[in-house]
Structure formats: C-alpha cells, structure tokens
Nanobody, 123 residues
Framework: QVQLVESGGGLAQAGGSLRLSCAPS????????MAWFRQAPGKEREFVAGIHWTGRSTYYSDPVKGRFTISRDNAKNTVYLQMNSLKLEDTGVYYCAAAQGSIIVVQTTPAYWGQGTQVTVSS
C-alpha cells in the first residue's frame, strides 16, 4: 500500500517560517513529480507548489511565489516545502501529492495523497 506521510506542520507567527516534509512509504517516488496543496477552512483545496521528478523544474501558485520553496531529496525519498514570511492566509491543512509525469499532471490529477498536516499562522 502506498502512503504519503507529511510532517512539520504546527503553529507559527506571521512573518515566521515552517518547513514541511513528505515521505512516501511503500514505493520509491524518484520518478514521480510531487506537489503540495492546501485547504483553508471553508475553501476548496488549492495547488501551492510542484516539483518535477528530476528536480530540475518547479512551479508555484501566485500567492506563495517568492516566499515558499519546494525541493526534493530523492536519496532520502523526501520532498520539502520551506515556507517563509508566513501570512495569516497561509493557514490551512497542507497535503502532499504525487503523480507520474510532469508537474502539470500532479497539479491536475494526483495519483496519491497524504493525510494532511495543519499549519496555523497567528498574528
């Protein structure tokens, strides 16, 4: 059974930083593009950032561009989301996702989802 396990969520002050991690179990994801999504209370889940399976390209949504950085370590089978300059509107449940193919594929039709990790930004 394939599972994506997120960690690193928690409480941070506005302007602060958090780093999320996602580690798949049951399968090596070196050839899967990975992405982070988030869902704020009362809102639909939205794409945040994606990284190609080679690690050579990334893509960000406009609200997080310049503040968040997605990266991966295929040797450790882990993908990260470094979140800096956090804002109140970054609060939500963050989900890791994976799919074979390009960033567009994981952005639109992820094959696997994690269970989510809560991020709360306070003033």
């Amino acid at each position: 059974q394939v599972q994506l396990v997120e960690s690193g969520g928690g409480l941070a002050q506005a302007g602060g930083s958090l780093r999320l991690s996602c580690a798949p179990s049951g399968r090596t994801f070196s050839q899967y593009s990975m992405a982070w999504f988030r869902q704020a209370p009362g809102k639909e889940r939205e794409f945040v950032a994606g990284i190609h399976w080679t690690g050579r390209s990334t893509y960000y949504s406009d609200p997080v561009k310049g503040r968040f950085t997605i990266s991966r370590d295929n040797a450790k089978n882990t993908v990260y989301l470094q979140m800096n300059s956090l804002k109140l509107e970054d609060t939500g449940v963050y989900y890791c996702a994976a799919a074979q193919g390009s960033i567009i594929v994981v952005q639109t039709t992820p094959a696997y989802w994690g269970q989510g990790t809560q991020v709360t930004v306070s003033s």
